[in-house]
């Protein structure tokens, strides 16, 4: 028969020093664990106190979804690099900041509010921006955009233009010969002024309408002016000039001595260029402005690692109307010369559609490049090549300008008549002829449908009743959105 053998459990002998921490244990109540304060053995072997009465809280720094990719991030791409200057210095906003003022400015929008109409100055060679359109416009004095309309309203046929073999046969093979004779006898012109432009000097060879003064009442308020000159001050010791030495734009060029530089231009000659070219770009930006555009342009300088052009002038209108800029220019970029004239023919570019309104190579772009070649007469000379690469057409009155910028986001229409704008690249060696478009919007649908309505209420005129009917418009596509 078997027996079961008993299991001893052997208990280790109690030292008098356990049994003081016994009790000095019991003693202390406080210090045992409860429920609110329980001992969790980690993975690792460790023991620590639990408390499920607390909640681990996020640090400001880090947001709640992390690993998430942030679609409010106010940084740049990785491979852009942005020169903002101390006016231009981001916050550093955390994600749950970001978050909650992102939400607020959504509640704190008013859903009855219209989106701002952009007016543009159509007709000429140069886009020009209007804050208001053309007032006192009447169809009666204006016999083109009275039939234009009176077609578009039904009260008159439209005519068909019938074929005529005639005047619209194919082109001769001689006209090719014409083309190519009169491309020759644009670079001859061409050849000739630039030989004109070395025999006589810039005062002499500028038209006097560019010798004229610029209006500045574009200009920030005093205050910011002053705030602009304080942020120049360390970059205005630049345009000072000393005797026995060439000035600080000119002693950036390789063929001038080292013993005859200018004493702030040495940092930059006896180091290497592209180590020094972003520091250069702020010293040169902060000089012109300084001394040729009253310290009165905020324009961010943004480095750009491809690009088809060496540089570009960014423009663009915000949402409340306002005019912003900003210049683009390559990384490539291999000399002290070539980002002189690159970066002042962008802030003459940037001041004329900030302060004049203009969106082209006008003269107001003009009159800058002018003031500069007199401020700094060794400074280059601003190319006047570039043409605008988009055309705006009006889609009534069919009166159309260029502009160098693509304002095709924004609620566009002409001053003249007041209807919508088209925005096409284009080609300024081709000039198409234009035409107005009879393509039906649903604004124009609604003009036709309500402009006969309005009668005496909407005024006597064509501009007050096109100013009533936008400002309709826009009220009943605010409130669908």
Not at 98 to 126: D, F, I, M, Q, W
Not at 213 to 233: E, F, M, T, V, Y
């Amino acid at each position: 028969m078997e027996t079961r053998k008993l299991t001893v459990k052997r208990h280790l002998p109690v030292t008098k020093g356990d049994v003081l921490a016994k009790k000095k244990s019991h003693r202390k109540l406080d210090e045992m664990p409860t429920h609110s304060k329980r001992l969790v053995v980690t993975r690792s072997g460790r023991v620590v106190v639990s408390r499920s009465d607390q909640q681990f809280v996020f640090p400001a720094s880090q947001s709640e979804g992390d690993g998430e990719e942030d679609s409010n991030d106010l940084s740049l791409d990785a491979d852009d690099e942005e020169y903002w200057g101390h006016a231009f210095e981001q916050p550093k906003w955390t994600g749950r900041k970001r978050r909650s003022s992102c939400k607020s400015s959504s509640t704190n929008a008013s859903p009855e509010a219209v989106p701002s109409l952009v007016y543009l100055e159509l007709g000429n060679k140069v886009l020009i921006v209007r804050d208001e359109p053309q007032p006192n416009i009447v169809l009666g004095n204006d016999e083109e955009l009275k039939t234009k309309m009176h077609k578009f309203l039904g009260l008159m046929p439209s005519r068909r233009k019938l074929y005529n073999p005639a005047v619209d046969s194919d082109m001769d093979p001689q006209d090719d010969e014409k083309i190519v004779s009169r491309e020759e006898n644009q670079a001859e012109i061409r050849d000739d002024f630039v030989r004109q432009a070395n025999v006589y000097s810039l005062e002499e060879c500028t038209p006097d309408f560019v010798k004229e003064p610029i209006d500045l009442s574009g200009l920030p308020s005093k205050k910011q002016l002053a705030a602009n000159c304080r942020r120049h001050k360390s970059s205005v010791a630049c345009l000072e000039r000393h005797k026995g030495f060439y000035g600080f734009v000119q002693s950036l060029s390789p063929a001038i001595s080292l013993n005859r530089c200018h004493p702030l231009a040495l940092t930059y000659r006896q180091t290497n260029f592209h180590q020094r070219k972003v520091a250069l770009a702020k010293v040169l930006f902060n000089m012109f402005n300084h001394a040729i555009f009253h310290c009165g342009l905020q324009v961010p300088i943004i480095w750009k690692h491809s690009m088809t052009t060496r540089w570009k002038c960014q423009l663009a209108i915000d949402t409340s109307g306002k005019r912003t800029a900003e210049i683009l220019l390559l990384r490539r970029i291999a000399t002290a010369a070539e980002l002189i004239q690159l970066l002042l023919h962008g802030m003459c570019h940037a001041a004329s559609f900030v302060f004049n309104r203009e969106l082209s190579h006008g003269d107001n772009c003009r009159r800058w490049a002018y003031q500069a070649r007199m401020a700094l007469p060794e400074a280059p000379t601003i190319e006047e090549n570039c043409f605008g690469s988009f055309k705006y057409t009006c889609t009534m009155c069919t009166r159309c300008s260029y502009g160098v910028a693509d304002l095709s986001t924004q609620l566009l229409r002409c001053s003249h008549c007041q209807f919508e704008v088209s925005v096409k690249p284009c080609n300024i060696k081709i000039h198409d002829g234009a035409r107005s478009d009879p393509t039906l919007t649903p604004f124009k649908c609604f003009i036709r449908d309500n402009y006969l309505k309005l009668g005496e209420e909407g005024g006597t005129t064509h501009s007050s009743k096109m100013a009533l009917l936008n400002e309709e418009f826009m009220k009943m596509n605010s409130t669908k959105a």
